[in-house]
């Protein structure tokens, strides 16, 4: 650096610690006592400022830090484990802070920069997000053992007239609830009542003390039930879909390797075909159902 602009430097910098830090003549520039005092002090900050930014290049490149991340309830087991086991092999050096968050509990922490990446439910409102690709898993019916209807191959939608439904709080995924509702008046199934339940446990409850029914994908885990039965669906007119998302130019190394990771676990399962899409499903301009 030219004498003048490192001369300048020194001066601001005395002038912001309030101690003369060199001695200057005509002939030489010698250290004051209180500037060997700070010297100690000024390397170590420096050793300091290097050590952080190398900790930042590490986290910029996704190799260190904290990772805020969510799955939704109705994720199995299997592939929660997938997808930890998957992400501390890409990304060993990175703290992940999983939660399970509904779709609308995630779409919030989005919003608020209060979460890194999350897996979604669709239909739901994906403006200003990031996706990954969106899986379909498709829903069949779950009904008590005895039950009429076990004995088919397939049940078509419109034979569950005249049981209950039990489904998921609308608060977890209001667009969901509403498009899955919506197709089951359009193939002739308009349930008896809708009882809301979420744990495996309660909605077991539900399947052999009521006649109801509720839907689920052929792998959960309250499928192998040996009193429930599971039955695929005539046509499969319903699915579960979901994608990894992130807020728009928040996707780093970090938040891509959960994303491909979490992807790939739901990918095990996921139903082939054209509803294997990159791309976002949008909401319905208005449910068609009511309740």
């Not at 260190?64 to 592939?79: F, K, V, Y």
């Not at 997938?82 to 501390?88: D, E, N, T």
């Not at 979420?198 to 192998?224: C, E, K, N, V």
């Amino acid at each position: 650096m030219a004498q003048p602009p490192l001369s300048q430097r020194i001066q601001r910098l005395e002038r912001e610690l309030g101690v003369r830090l060199f001695e200057r003549s005509s002939r030489q520039v010698t250290i004051t006592k209180g500037g060997t005092l700070l010297l100690d002090e000024a390397r170590r900050l420096l050793d300091r400022s290097e050590a952080l930014m190398a900790t930042a290049r590490r986290i910029q490149d996704g190799h260190s830090g904290l990772l805020r991340a969510a799955l939704p309830p109705d994720i199995t087991g299997e592939t929660v484990a997938g997808a930890l086991a998957g992400f501390q092999e890409r990304r060993s050096g990175v703290e992940l802070e999983l939660h399970e968050l509904s779709t609308a509990e995630q779409l919030a922490r989005l919003a608020s920069h209060d979460l890194d990446v999350g897996l979604i439910r669709h239909p739901s409102d994906v403006s200003g997000l990031e996706l990954g690709p969106v899986l379909r898993h498709e829903l069949g019916v779950l009904l008590p053992h005895d039950a009429p209807l076990a004995r088919r191959e397939t049940v078509p939608l419109s034979a569950l007239t005249g049981y209950d439904l039990i489904l998921f709080p609308r608060a977890q995924a209001p667009a969901v609830h509403d498009d899955l509702l919506t197709t089951c008046a359009r193939h002739g199934y308009t349930p008896t009542a809708v009882r809301y339940g979420q744990g495996p446990s309660f909605t077991r409850g539900l399947l052999l003390s009521w006649r109801a029914i509720t839907f689920s994908t052929r792998d959960a885990h309250h499928a192998r039930d040996p009193d429930l039965t599971w039955r695929p669906l005539s046509g499969a007119p319903l699915a579960l879909r979901h994608s990894a998302a992130w807020s728009r130019g928040r996707g780093d190394a970090a938040v891509r390797a959960f994303a491909d990771t979490v992807t790939e676990a739901l990918a095990l399962t996921a139903a082939p075909g054209p509803d294997l899409t990159s791309g976002p499903l949008h909401l319905r301009p208005a449910a068609e159902y009511w309740i």
